[in-house]
């Protein structure tokens, strides 16, 4: 099966722009969530959605949100872009509608300017 | 409020050496803990992970080792090899509520040949 996959890989944004992003899950996962990696916070949960419903957010502005289509790839968005938002992206899949095991993408390395 | 807290921050061993990386984690609801691995421009890989009805499980060279009373887990590396050389991270999950990983900081491991 293919892994995760996240596009764009790597992307400059400027200040006060928006930015999407995508993420398409492993084969037959329906449950999918967003991360934002950095040096200072690590690893933190942006939001879930399954069978496109939101199920949890993080604790984000509202700047940032998501969707999930019929399909279960999703998107996030980003809007009025800040320095603070460089970060990596990343995006996993899991196979259950609780979220255990999870898989994870490669990232979309977001660098706003 | 950090929930799961990782130590070391970074960790050197000789190889052939035993890397042992712990963490502790304080919602009593978490009933799932991964362990990933990072190596640098990939996303977070699912290396191993445990349920607190058992207290060891191995997987090859890695071993997870749970104390539910201390609420801690650990994560040991047999015969270390320098391509184990990537950042580790703890995570935990109670599936349901909260419907996402919380991460611990990660440890940065080097195994030196």
């Known amino acids: 099966k293919a892994g995760v996959t996240q596009t764009p890989r790597y992307l400059i944004k400027t200040r006060g722009q928006q930015v999407t992003l995508s993420c398409s899950p492993i084969?037959?996962?329906?449950?999918v969530s967003w991360y934002q990696q950095t040096p200072g916070q690590g690893l933190q949960f942006l939001f879930e959605?399954?069978?496109?419903?939101?199920?949890n957010k993080g604790n984000f502005p509202g700047r940032f949100s998501g969707r999930q289509f019929s399909n279960s790839r999703s998107e996030m968005n980003v809007s009025t872009l800040e320095l603070g938002d460089s970060a990596l992206y990343l995006c996993?899949?899991?196979?259950?509608?609780?979220?255990?095991?999870?898989?994870f993408g490669p990232g979309t390395r977001l660098t706003v300017t | 409020q950090q929930q799961v807290k990782q130590s070391p921050q970074s960790l050197i061993v000789q190889k052939g050496g035993i890397s042992i990386i712990n963490c502790a984690y304080e919602?009593?609801?978490?009933?799932?803990f991964p362990w990933y691995q990072q190596f640098p421009g990939k996303g977070p890989a699912l290396l191993i992970a445990?349920?607190?009805?058992?207290s060891e499980k191995k997987e090859g060279r890695f071993t997870i080792s749970f104390n539910k009373s201390a609420k801690q887990f650990s994560l040991h590396i047999m015969d270390s090899q320098p391509g184990d050389s990537a950042t580790y991270f703890c995570?935990?999950?109670?599936?349901?509520?909260?419907?996402?990983?919380?991460f611990g900081k990660g440890t940065k491991l080097s195994v030196k040949p």
């Open positions: 996993a899949s899991s196979p259950y509608s609780v979220s255990y095991e999870q898989y």
């Open positions: 084969s037959g996962h329906r449950s």
């Open positions: 959605y399954f069978s496109e419903t939101q199920r």
């Open positions: 919602n009593t609801a978490f009933d799932y």
């Open positions: 445990i349920r607190p009805d058992v």
């Open positions: 995570a935990a999950s109670d599936g349901g509520s909260q419907g996402n990983l919380i």
